[in-house]
């Protein structure tokens, strides 16, 4: 018997948790005197049983199959892709600084090592990392991707357009197992600026119906480069999210890093952001030079408790060293001592009882592999090492419901309200009883300021800045999981509700292209990049 007709014969058993998976596989590996199939050989024999009609779809088999579930657990699939690499305006001292690679990354890095591999070439990079997710049991139709590789702000214009018009053109083109997944760019970079406008608006028109639909795209840069019009153009671009290399809240240790910006600009750039609507995450460097343990803890609880800034999400990057930094000559000469493991996993702990529960901390630790990392943190699951120590988080990600299952009568309504930005936000989420578990949020954004962003575009409006039911990513039209439950209608009918509530005539989301769809089934008409309705 070939090796497709095994497959196909542990596919037909019974199978219902894990262990049986394995026990049947051990039992054909000695039957046939083969060795034991991997998930990816058997995700590739099912996919093509189901295509011949050979066997219904199996959406439990599908979820033991999969490989690292987590990545879709959240109800999307990221995708990240790295730029080519670029100068820096900043002289950063933790930075390292390598030939031929984005600045600040290394070359034995996962992401940059993908992106090495497929030549910086976004179109080849967003196949391939679909394709990656498919073999690996993931089904990727709602896709966030996000573009990483430095100070985006500071590439220049053209690339910058041609680089994201090819993401969406790759997803639009996009078959699994096609051999054209690995054909270049479709669209050149000898277009004129003008040209690469209109074929992105075409692109993006595509996406909205597609099949592998970009819902997010997330653009990262420095505090200092954003503007008005900087953000007017990521918006074009169909960017949702920017993430901000904000390191740290003090001047003192800003400037002794050498990182050529102060709080002013970080204050600046957040309250433009939220004003445009934008969702924000802020990248934070415990132990820089210039700083202690117990400052950390207290900077960390000032971004909470100031309403300048109030980012969404967080990013722990804790300060390592590394070769082809300044903190390397620095460390060398023992002017620099990073801290300990137990001192850092201490104020990690410190920072995660405290972190408010409309915040999702995104990372604990940035993925440099061990071998560049001269000294400072070596831990490289800290976020497991939190779990084992009992940890208790209300941060996002810690309360999202993955795939636990939903009944009506498990869930609440809650609603919390803060200042930021000049305005009022309200997070309104739909979670457990007992609170353990998120099931659905909506971030709605009163804004105050008249003259700039949304309010100066639109009038008298509200803002949506970030709609999200948590639970397996379910394609449409699969079985019912915590998405595609009705939660997300209701949370856009309370925050119009709010929104009411304070007089406001129109109602702002800044969608992703390919969630439009959604909001134009609830009313919404793309206006300027945004959906838009009156709620009056």
């Excluded at 051990?26 to 990816?40: I, P």
């Excluded at 497929?118 to 966030?144: F, M, S, W």
């Excluded at 920072?351 to 490289?380: F, H, W």
Aim: overall charge positive; some cysteine.
């Amino acid at each position: 018997m070939d090796k497709e007709k095994i497959i196909e014969k542990i596919l037909k058993s019974k199978i219902k948790t894990r262990k049986d998976l394995m026990r049947i596989k051990r039992n054909m590996a000695r039957e046939y005197n083969c060795g034991l199939f991997s998930n990816t050989e058997m995700i590739k024999v099912y996919r093509k049983l189901l295509d011949s009609n050979k066997m219904k779809p199996n959406f439990d088999l599908e979820k033991l199959l999969r490989r690292r579930s987590i990545r879709t657990l959240s109800g999307v699939a990221p995708v990240a892709i790295l730029t080519k690499p670029f100068g820096c305006p900043g002289k950063c001292a933790y930075c390292p600084s390598e030939k031929e690679v984005p600045q600040s990354y290394l070359s034995n890095e996962p992401a940059v090592m993908r992106a090495i591999r497929c030549t910086y070439n976004p179109a080849i990079q967003v196949k391939d990392r679909l394709q990656a997710l498919i073999n690996n049991g993931h089904n990727p139709t709602k896709i966030e991707l996000i573009v990483m590789g430095g100070t985006w702000s500071y590439f220049p214009k053209k690339y910058k357009y041609w680089y994201i018009l090819n993401a969406f053109a790759a997803a639009n083109s996009f078959s699994p197992s096609s051999k054209k997944n690995k054909d270049k760019e479709k669209y050149p970079l000898k277009l004129n600026l003008g040209e690469m406008k209109k074929a992105l608006l075409r692109e993006q028109k595509i996406n909205e119906k597609a099949t592998y639909q970009i819902i997010g795209l997330t653009l990262e840069t420095r505090p200092d480069y954003i503007t008005n019009k900087e953000v007017e153009e990521m918006r074009e671009l169909g960017c949702t999210r920017v993430e901000l290399g904000v390191q740290q809240v003090d001047d003192e240790i800003l400037k002794k890093n050498r990182r050529g910006h102060g709080i002013k600009e970080v204050e600046k750039a957040t309250f433009v952001l939220k004003n445009y609507g934008f969702k924000i995450t802020y990248h934070l460097m415990p132990g820089l030079p210039g700083s202690t343990a117990k400052k950390d803890f207290e900077l960390f609880q000032k971004l909470f408790n100031d309403p300048r800034f109030q980012p969404d999400q967080i990013k722990f990057y804790p300060t390592v060293v590394t070769r082809g930094s300044l903190l390397y000559s620095w460390w060398k000469q023992g002017k620099y001592k990073p801290y300990s493991s137990k001192a850092l996993q201490n104020l990690i702990i410190k920072c995660k009882q405290v972190v408010p529960k409309y915040v999702r901390i995104i990372r604990l630790i940035r993925d440099i592999p061990g071998e560049s990392i001269v000294a400072g943190n070596m831990v490289t699951n800290l976020r497991q090492v939190m779990q084992d120590k009992g940890i208790q988080c209300n941060c996002i990600r810690c309360r999202e419901a993955k795939d636990k299952a939903f009944r009506e009568s498990d869930i609440k309504l809650e609603i919390e309200n803060y200042d930021a930005a000049g305005g009022q936000e309200y997070f309104i989420s739909f979670n457990s009883k007992d609170d353990s578990t998120l099931f659905g949020f909506i971030r709605l954004f009163l804004p105050g300021d008249t003259k700039i962003g949304l309010r100066k575009i639109f009038g008298n409006v509200a803002a949506v800045r970030e709609l999200h039911v948590y639970g397996e990513l379910v394609a449409v039209g699969a079985s019912k999981k915590v998405q595609h439950s009705g939660l997300g209608k209701r949370l856009i009918a309370e925050a119009e509700k709010i929104a009411q509530e304070f007089g406001r005539d129109k109602m702002v989301v800044i969608s992703g292209v390919g969630v439009r769809g959604y909001y134009r089934k609830n009313g919404y008409r793309l206006e300027n990049t945004y959906m838009v309705k009156k709620i009056k």
